[in-house]
Structure formats: structure tokens, C-alpha cells
């Protein structure tokens, strides 16, 4: 099982290295001495020993040490955590802050004026939850609500086109040998592997949410729920906030116990308002400060001059950091002015 | 609940000219809200008659072999000009369509107040559902949607917050006709003159242009964040006055000023940041294909 070095919390050359020598699967480490396998993997004998604990810890953690069935201890949780699959979103610096990219099990909200690049982002991840697990990514399927109409197939195969090329140049990068990439993928495939619906109501958007538990029973391989956006429909015919708040908050519960159950990334995206506080208008997300509890995550995307950013707000366990990032033909990519800073500085070494 | 299969591309509605198409990515898409914004005398309305004709193409000809229900809630509803160019569309195109008058199957209904709109939209699903025209309607236009939100509302928090709502009500609506009926939704919005510092309304950038200029004044799209909110796609029309420089000053003492207009994509889902020039002519709208040596000073 190629997989399972994939998992092991360790860093991504060291795991790089792991695949390259040949150490694919847990059991091809579990016999392996230090000196040999820092021999194997050109690492110091101290990095060898870090791998091989980790590799011992996650032999024991998989036997379970829950003392009560289904409950869990903080040593346990933060294994968990560590281990947390994450989707990329194509943008290095923008993964960076994130931890990584974007995590599953958990609920991340994403805003920003519109033309920032909400849905081309939701487009990406909804592309990049696909990544085979020899690349270091999930291999799952993506379910994508689609409330405002914005989802353009034309958009999504031009950017599982360039997905596909991506995924062949890192292939041939990784397994430096001719080993063709193992199944041919087509723009076709990708899109297949996204199960879209489009939403007309906010009853329709409810009843959908309450139906998704059902659905990802049945598609075991779903990795990512986007929905884009989860404001449009409740920014009308709601006199009475009060019940808009009981709604939201039920929604976003649901949502965050798919996100648990089924070990999947929930993606929100959100529209910008402005707020009328203190006799002056101030930008904010939309859906009021009681929605603002109900992600684990929340990034803000916003302009910087000709430049987009985006902005961790909150979040448990990322501190707040901005990075830019671009849209592109291809899809979310490296912000133009972070590859000329780091060409610039290779030219000047 | 059955998710979609995603396996059909998007139909397109050309504009009748190939060069705004480029520019558009083969024109103005099926099942979402396109947004036209310009200053008056840019040439929404002209743009919007246009694609009322265009639609009527079969679709070798990148049309949608559909009817058009155009709103209009500016006054009178330029039926002079539309003949004009019903003419000229007639002669362009007689092999692609039937001997039939053009201006036929263009439905015309006038619209007064936000709230006319929302209750007239019952009517417009059933006149869509059992049509009995020739062509189904596939194109909706609003010509335009910022008429109606220019008196009824004042600026306070209070209202802005009832208009917003009325804002989502329509586009929901709209959207859910588009997708039912696979329709295209065109709507035109006005400019106001942008008063303040920094970027867009309140500071707030929208789309790829950091601020929008027409007539060398800076101006924004009217109806605000939340409207922008509520459209998939906007385009922006502008005007440029320039002397024209190979007339220069006439013999006769007058200056020969010569009106540059361009049409951007402010935001679409679907397309990168683009833009033409383009021409109103008697015959209609007709972009301008750029020229590789740009002759005299351009506008960017």
C-alpha cells in the first residue's frame, strides 16, 4: 500500500525520499534499523530515528488506546491532527498559511468581494481533492452546491486540463524512471469525479444539507463538500433574523458533524457585505456575527493594489498570516510578484 | 436529490459581432445573469436590441433559435432604432432565418417599480412555460434594472437594507428562470460619478479593474456591493472623447472630436480580464479588431 507512508505525520521530502528508496508501505519500515535506513535515504541518523518513532507511534496508535469506545485522549487527537489530510490549493504560499492547504474534517468558510476569485478557488480545490495518493493527495470526489449559477464547465476543464498536465510533470519528476503516469486521466474523468447540484432556494439548500448524510454514505469517496455560496438564498425574505440565525446555526452544525463523521473537508464561501455600525459603513461577511461562530476556519480574500491576498481570520491553530496568491488560465496559482521576488534573489546571489 | 452530470458545455448567445464574442468567450452564457454597465450613451440599450436579434440565429450561427422578452424601464422603448437595426439584421442574415420580421419575436413589456418586477415574475414563468411563440424565449433582458431602485429608496440603513433584499429576491428568481428555461439573462445597470479616495465604492475593489473611467470622469456600477452580489458576470461599456487627430482642426475651425468606446470584463466566472473597442454604427454595434501597430494614442 502506497498509501500509508502518505499518512505518517513527517514532512513531504522526507516522505518524498521514504517513496524514492523504495519504503511504501508501514511494514517496509517496521523491521528496518536506523543506520540503514538513514543509509537508504541520505539523512542523518537523528532524522532516521524521528521517522521510525513516528512510524512505531502510528503501528500503536492504530491498535487503539481509546480507554472508553469512541472516546479519545489529547495525545490521540493531536496524532489526529497531525495526520489530518489536507486538500492544496495550488498556491504555495497560500497553502503555507494554511497548514498545508485546505483540512478535512473541519469547516473552512472563505469570503470576498466578488471577482476576488471565491468560486475559481472552490473550482481548484473541488479539482485538487482528486490528486492521487502517489502525489500526495486524497484521490476523492468533490461535491460542489452551486447556489448563485457561477459554476461554468467550460472554467472547471480548463482547469482540470492544466490539473492533468501538472499531476503528469510530477509524476515523471517523482519516479525519475520512464514509468508511464499508471491511468491515463482525462478532463472527462475529473469532472465526472464532481457531483454538482444547483441550488434555486434556500428550502432547496436545507433540504440538501440534510440529504447529504444519506448521499455520502453511499459515495464513501467524497472528500470535499463546497458550497458556493452559502449566503446568497438567506440574503432575502428573511423578516424575521431571528429564524434565519436558528437556520444558519442548525446548517452549520450538520455540516460540522459530516465534516467529523466522514472525515471531509467542508468549504463555505461567503459573500462581503457592508455593515452599518457606528454611523459608518465597514465591510464584512455577510450572514451577521452569530454565522461567525459556525466555522472552524475563516480566510478573508481581499485586493492588495493590482494583488490577491488572502487572510486567515480565525482559526484554532493557524495564526493569522496573509499571502498572495493568483487567478490564472490554469486556476489559483503562485502570486506573479512572489515568483519575481524569488527570481530576483536568485539573480542577485 | 440526483447530482447533475456536468458532462454539457455551456450555450452561448452571440452578440452578433465575432469580435465582442472573443472577447466574451463566445458570448453571453446560458443560465446566468451577464451585467452591462456603462454611463447613458455608451450603447447598453443598442447592445441589448442587438442580442434580442442575435438570439434569433440558429445555432450554427451562434445563436439560440430563441425569442426574447425584453423589459425595459426606461421610457419610450426605442422602437425606431430597433426597426433599424431589424432591417440591416434582416438583409446580414436572410438565409439563416425565415422570411419572418425579426422584431416579431422580440416581446416587449414595460416595467415601472422593483416590486412591479417581483409580481409580474409568476407571469413571465407561465409565458415562458407555455409559450406559443414561434421561437421559445430564451433571452431575457432588463434594460435597466438600476431605473428601477432610482427614486422609491432613500439612503438609510434602513432602506439600503430593504433594497438589498429586493436585490436578492430578483436575482434569485431570475437565476432559477435561467436554469429551468436555460435561459440568458442580460441586465443593464447605470454609473454613479465616484466621489472619495482609494479603490471603488467605500474602499472596496470589484473585478479586475482598480476603478472604472467613462467620459474621463472616474464612476462606479450604481446599486452597490450588494447588486454586484447578485450577478454572475459583469461587463463594462466605456466612452472616451478624443480629438480626432487626422481631422485634427478643420479648415472650417472646428475640432473633429471622435468617441473611443471599449467594452471590458470587469468579472466572469468563466473569463480572464479582456477588452475591445468597438463602433455604433447605423447598422448596429460591431467590435473593432485591435490593430498591431497601435496607430494613434490609445485610451489604456
Known amino acids: 500500500m502506497e498509501t500509508e507512508v502518505w499518512r505518517l505525520p513527517i514532512s513531504a521530502t522526507q516522505r518524498g525520499k521514504l517513496i524514492s528508496a523504495g519504503y511504501t508501505s508501514l511494514s517496509s519500515l517496521s523491521s528496518v534499523s536506523t543506520s540503514l535506513l538513514a543509509r537508504d535515504l541520505n539523512i542523518t541518523d537523528s532524522e532516521a530515528i524521528e521517522i521510525l518513532r513516528v ?33 492544496t490549493t ?22 470576498g ?48 486540463e492544466a490539473y492533468i498536465e501538472d499531476m503528469a510533470e510530477y509524476h515523471r519528476f517523482l519516479y525519475k524512471d520512464s514509468r508511464a503516469s499508471p491511468v491515463e486521466t482525462q478532463g472527462k474523468d475529473i469532472l465526472e469525479s464532481i457531483y454538482y447540484f444547483r441550488v434555486c432556494s434556500y428550502t432547496e439548500q436545507i433540504a440538501l444539507i440534510n440529504f447529504l448524510d444519506k448521499f455520502v454514505s453511499e459515495h464513501k469517496d467524497v472528500k470535499l463538500v463546497i458550497i458556493d455560496s452559502v449566503t446568497f438564498h438567506f440574503r432575502q425574505d428573511f423578516d424575521d433574523l431571528a429564524l434565519r440565525t436558528r437556520v444558519l446555526s442548525s446548517m452549520a452544525l450538520k455540516l460540522m458533524q459530516l465534516a467529523k463523521k466522514f472525515s471531509l473537508a467542508v468549504v463555505l464561501l461567503n459573500q462581503v457585505t457592508t455593515k452599518y455600525t457606528e454611523g459608518s459603513f465597514q465591510l464584512s461577511l455577510a450572514l451577521g456575527d452569530s454565522w461567525s461562530h459556525s466555522c472552524t476556519n475563516r480566510v478573508i480574500l481581499y485586493w492588495n493594489g493590482n494583488e490577491r491576498y488572502a487572510y486567515i481570520d480565525k482559526s484554532p491553530s ?32 | 436529490m440526483k447530482p447533475e452530470t456536468l ?30 454597465v456603462a454611463e447613458s450613451g455608451s450603447g447598453k440599450t443598442q447592445l441589448c436590441l442587438q442580442l434580442s436579434l442575435s438570439a434569433q440565429l440558429p445555432p450554427s450561427h451562434g445563436g439560440l433559435s430563441a425569442s426574447s422578452l425584453f423589459l425595459h424601464t426606461e421610457f419610450p422603448f426605442p422602437s425606431r432604432r430597433l426597426h433599424q437595426l431589424s432591417v440591416s439584421f434582416q438583409s446580414l442574415h436572410r438565409q439563416a432565418l425565415n422570411n419572418n420580421n425579426p422584431s416579431d419575436n422580440i416581446f416587449v413589456q414595460s416595467v415601472h417599480s422593483a416590486d412591479q418586477l417581483l409580481d ?21 433582458v432588463i434594460d435597466s434594472v438600476a431605473a428601477l431602485f432610482r427614486s422609491e429608496f432613500e439612503n438609510t440603513p434602513g432602506d439600503l437594507k430593504r433594497r438589498s433584499s429586493i436585490f436578492f429576491a430578483i436575482s434569485a428568481k431570475l437565476k432559477a428562470l435561467a436554469r429551468s428555461f436555460d435561459l440568458a439573462v442580460v441586465v443593464t445597470n447605470q454609473v454613479v460619478d465616484f466621489v472619495g479616495s482609494g479603490e471603488g465604492v467605500n474602499g472596496v475593489r470589484v473585478g479586475n479593474l482598480g476603478s472604472l473611467y467613462s ?55 468563466h473569463l480572464p480580464y479582456s477588452s475591445c473597442e468597438f463602433v455604433i454604427r447605423r447598422d448596429g454595434v460591431f467590435g473593432v479588431e485591435p490593430q498591431v501597430q497601435e496607430d494613434h494614442g490609445s485610451s489604456r
Not at chain 1, 115 to 122: A, D, R, S, W
Not at chain 2, 120 to 140: G, W, Y
Request: proline share 5%.
Open chain 1, 55 to 87: 512510524v512505531s507511534g502510528k503501528n500503536s496508535v492504530d491498535g487503539g488506546h481509546a480507554i472508553v469506545k469512541g472516546g479519545q485522549s489529547a495525545w490521540d487527537m493531536l496524532h489526529e491532527e497531525e495526520s489530518m489530510r489536507r486538500i
Open chain 2, 120 to 140: 409580474i415574475m409568476p407571469k413571465i414563468e407561465s409565458f415562458l412555460a407555455n409559450s406559443r411563440t414561434q421561437l421559445p424565449v430564451r433571452l431575457i
Open chain 2, 215 to 269: 467620459s474621463g470622469r472616474r464612476v462606479c456600477p450604481a446599486l452597490g456591493l450588494a447588486w454586484a452580489n447578485c450577478i454572475n458576470s459583469r461587463v463594462f461599456l466605456s466612452r472616451e472623447e478624443t480629438v480626432n487627430s487626422y481631422a485634427g482642426r478643420g479648415e472650417d475651425g472646428y475640432v473633429y472630436m471622435q468617441t473611443r468606446r471599449r467594452l471590458c470584463v470587469v468579472f466572469a466566472p
Open chain 2, 7 to 36: 458532462l454539457l458545455p455551456t450555450e452561448k448567445c452571440t452578440l452578433g459581432c465575432p469580435v465582442m464574442d472573443r472577447c466574451l468567450g463566445g458570448g453571453i452564457p446560458c443560465k446566468s445573469i451577464t451585467e452591462i
Open chain 1, 318 to 349: 493557524l495564526r493569522s498570516a496573509s499571502a498572495p496568491f493568483s487567478v490564472t488560465g490554469r486556476g489559483i496559482r503562485n502570486s506573479d510578484s512572489s515568483c519575481k521576488r524569488s527570481k530576483l534573489m536568485h539573480s542577485s546571489e
Open chain 1, 90 to 111: 495550488s498556491c504555495a504560499e497560500l497553502d503555507n498559511i494554511l497548514g498545508g492547504g485546505i483540512s478535512c474534517r473541519e469547516v473552512t468558510e472563505i469570503g
Open chain 1, 113 to 160: 468581494v466578488p471577482g476576488i476569485g471565491k468560486t475559481q478557488l472552490g473550482i481548484q480545490l473541488a479539482v485538487n481533492v482528486q490528486i492521487p495518493p502517489h502525489c500526495g493527495g486524497l484521490e476523492g470526489k468533490a461535491i460542489y452546491i452551486d447556489t448563485e449559477g457561477s459554476f461554468m464547465v467550460e472554467r472547471v476543464l480548463q482547469i482540470a
